[in-house]
């Protein structure tokens, strides 16, 4: 039979709307060779995937392709005991839901850009880091960390040589008991090297939930310069977030319960957070060895022009503290901070310090300030998750002192408006924000 013109160009005119693959969107291997090869001739766009069970490999899985998904059948039931994975010079590469135990690894190399590494499991202790990232634009989301005794950290982030990588974001994962018994060197996340500190990451690390994290006195340790930490929290652990180096970090809005924040450096804002200590030093002004660090001292830099603001801040000793060293705090600032406890000294800071104070509120102790602070109860009020919140009266509404005009919103993220109040919480009715729970983060949440 003869077809029509009519027909014939109706064919060619569908023909140029749909488009069928000449590949297999999602292939499936059952082993580690055939995982191998599958990757060897994947093109951009494929999801490939590897069956359930327990892989063991001798050297890791090399990934060379850019474009594609590398993802297990399910979320936490393909597990690598040896070898692992190993990414190439690759473009925008997904690893998703493996588990890496024993002695399996996986890196993120400079050569890997915008790789994002989802859902995974790092278990146990590893030969290093447990994820290290190099590369630039890399995502780091709900995946769970857990169960290291060695030293090492979980989540280091570096870089080539001198440089640091750039624009990390690292979201939604559970760091969970890390019991590393030495001194120094088990932290959750380093954020760049002593040697890097004057690099500008811009990482953002928000809505990680903390626990147990005991394998160093920082449980998020920043040394490099220019990132936000937000949104976190830390609980039942003796890791504080530390900006150990570099200037110019951002700590908003995170919920700290037994733990605190400490800082080295220049130019940090530290706003909106609520530290719940039982004990003290929810904020701590680091010592200084050194007036200010050089591109690779691992000396302590005196903290110079750090503000310090709108936080609510609950302990039983010295809740505002700071180190003992040879530099004191310069040009720093404690402004429209809830300081309740019950020490003597509510506030002990390091003689010779130049901090301006003003707009404080302090309560349940002698204020230890020359000035800037009233002593009244700032009638807190615990909500149904655990929070203390203002209460309706408290006078803390609407009285803060200054403009700091960076301060739009509260640690609930509902707007500040008008004279802002004092502490991390902006008075309303209607409260949002809650800590994280294992829920909210890790290999299985939303």
């Given at each position: 039979m003869i077809r029509s013109l009519?027909?014939?160009?109706?064919?060619?005119?569908?023909?140029?709307?749909?488009?069928?693959?000449?590949?297999?969107?999602?292939?499936?291997?059952?082993?580690?060779?055939?995982?191998?090869?599958?990757?060897d001739t994947a093109r951009p766009g494929q999801r490939i995937v590897l069956a359930e069970g327990v892989h063991t490999a001798e050297r890791p899985v090399k990934i060379t392709k850019s474009g594609i998904?590398?993802?297990?059948?399910?979320?936490?039931?393909?597990?690598?005991?040896?070898?692992?994975?190993?990414?190439?010079?690759?473009?925008?590469?997904?690893?998703?839901?493996?588990?890496?135990?024993?002695?399996?690894?996986?890196?993120?190399?400079?050569?890997?850009q915008a790789t994002r590494i989802t859902r995974n499991t790092y278990n146990g202790n590893k030969d290093g880091a447990s994820l290290t990232v190099s590369?630039?634009?890399?995502?780091?989301?709900?995946?769970t960390f857990s169960n290291r005794s060695s030293e090492g950290?979980?989540?280091?982030?570096?870089?080539?040589?001198?440089?640091?990588?750039?624009?990390?974001?690292?979201?939604?994962?559970?760091?969970?008991?890390?019991?590393?018994?030495?001194?120094?060197?088990?932290?959750?996340?380093?954020?760049?090297?002593?040697?890097?500190?004057?690099?500008?990451?811009?990482?953002?690390?928000?809505?990680?939930?903390?626990e147990k994290a005991n394998g160093d006195p920082e449980a998020i340790s920043v040394k490099s310069s220019d990132n936000t930490i937000r949104f976190n929290t830390i609980r039942d652990s003796k890791g504080y977030i530390v900006l150990r180096h570099g200037n110019r970090t951002t700590v908003e809005g995170n919920l700290l319960f037994g733990s605190g924040i400490r800082f080295h450096g220049n130019d940090h804002k530290v706003f909106n957070?609520?530290?719940?200590?039982?004990?003290?030093?929810a904020i701590v002004f680091g010592k200084g060895s050194e007036t200010d660090s050089g591109p690779t001292s691992t000396s302590h830099d005196r903290p110079d022009r750090v503000t310090v603001a709108f936080n609510t801040l609950v302990g039983t000793g010295a809740v505002v503290d700071s180190d003992t060293g040879t530099y004191a705090p310069k040009d720093c600032v404690l402004a429209n901070n809830i300081i309740q406890g019950s020490s003597s000294k509510l506030v002990d800071m390091?003689?010779?310090?130049?901090?301006?104070?003003?707009?404080?509120?302090?309560?349940?102790?002698?204020?230890?300030?020359?000035?800037?602070?009233?002593?009244?109860?700032?009638?807190?009020?615990?909500?149904?998750?655990?929070?203390?919140?203002?209460?309706?009266?408290?006078?803390?509404?609407?009285?803060?002192?200054?403009?700091?005009?960076?301060?739009?919103?509260d640690f609930d993220l509902q707007a500040r408006s008008g004279t802002r109040d004092v502490g991390a919480d902006e008075y309303n009715s209607s409260a949002v924000r809650k800590p994280l729970t294992k829920a909210d983060v890790g290999v299985s949440a939303p």
């Open positions: 009519a027909a014939v160009g109706a064919a060619a005119l569908l023909s140029s709307f749909v488009h069928v693959p000449a590949f297999a969107a999602v292939v499936g291997v059952s082993s580690v060779s055939s995982l191998q090869a599958a990757i998904t590398v993802a297990a059948a399910n979320v936490g039931r393909t597990v690598f005991t040896r070898g692992g994975l190993e990414l190439g010079a690759v473009r925008d590469v997904t690893i998703e839901g493996f588990v890496f135990d024993g002695t399996s690894s996986m890196t993120v190399p400079v050569e890997a590369a630039n634009d890399v995502e780091v989301d709900h995946n950290v979980y989540l280091q982030i570096t870089g080539p040589g001198s440089e640091i990588a750039q624009r990390t974001h690292v979201h939604h994962n559970y760091f969970y008991n890390h019991s590393f018994s030495g001194a120094n060197g088990g932290e959750s996340i380093r954020l760049g090297y002593s040697h890097k500190q004057s690099k500008s990451a811009y990482a953002i690390i928000e809505y990680n939930l903390f957070n609520y530290v719940q200590n039982t004990g003290d030093r390091m003689s010779g310090s130049t901090v301006k104070y003003e707009g404080n509120i302090v309560w349940g102790g002698t204020a230890g300030m020359p000035n800037g602070y009233r002593t009244v109860d700032p009638k807190l009020v615990r909500d149904s998750n655990g929070l203390l919140r203002l209460a309706s009266g408290s006078p803390a509404i609407d009285t803060s002192v200054g403009s700091y005009s960076y301060v739009t919103r």
